[in-house]
């Protein structure tokens, strides 16, 4: 059993797509965080939500508390956001669990 | 500022030995986590360290251990290693307990052989 799901585990877009990668956990949390990771294994922490919605350039992710779902949107993609992004909930502290991630490439 | 360090970057050893890495947290964090990545399991929590106490620890065997010193860098040691403790392995800091963002070091790649 997984405490955080994602989907889809892979995706493939055209360059200026709109994008969408969903998490679904089952854990009671204190915060949702966001991850990006590039090969080579470079992860950088994108987005720490713990209610509603927060934007970053190109990048919104938003949080349901109470369905317990978060979703991570990419406008006007480009191929340098191709990378594996992970969805981690934090039940308490810094201890994670974390989804198996999507592999998102964007094609030119 | 410096990003969170990692030594060394990569590692082979044999069945049985053991190993030591070291993380280096941003100068002001005390707390740093360790995680496993492999391709079969996907990241995993290893432990977190905060004011050179362990303070969480995820499932993993007694053969994984760690500490904090004082300057809070961190050590992980794994004992009597085993062919799937290959593995990517990450540390990350941040400046406190709680709800923080996570500054990931770049990874020790361990091959088990």
């Given amino acids: ?108 | 500022k410096a990003g969170v360090t990692q030594t060394p970057r990569y590692l082979i050893k044999t069945r049985g030995q053991q190993v030591t890495l070291s993380c280096s947290p941003i100068s002001g964090h005390r707390s740093v986590s360790w995680y496993q990545q492999t391709p079969g399991q996907g990241l995993q929590f290893l432990f977190e360290y905060f004011s050179e106490t362990q303070r969480n620890k995820g499932n993993f065997p007694g053969r994984f251990s760690g500490r904090q010193f004082s300057n809070s860098r961190s050590e992980m040691n794994v004992s009597t290693l085993e062919l799937g403790d290959s593995a990517l392995y990450l540390c990350a800091s941040s400046k406190r307990q709680g709800l923080e963002t996570q500054y990931f070091g770049p990874g020790t790649r361990l091959l088990v052989l």
């Fill in chain 1, 1 to 108: 059993k997984n405490e955080v799901e994602q989907s889809p585990q892979n995706l493939t877009a055209q360059e200026g797509e709109f994008i969408t990668i969903n998490c679904s956990y089952s854990v009671g949390i204190s915060a949702l965080h966001w991850l990006q990771q590039h090969p080579g294994g470079g992860i950088v922490s994108l987005f720490m939500l713990s209610s509603g919605k927060k934007k970053h350039g190109r990048l919104i992710a938003t949080i349901n508390i109470q369905e317990k779902h978060s979703s991570l949107h990419i406008t006007a993609s480009h191929p340098r956001d191709s990378a594996v992004y992970i969805c981690a909930v934090a039940p308490g502290g810094n201890q994670f669990y974390f989804g198996t991630g999507t592999s998102l490439t964007v094609i030119p």
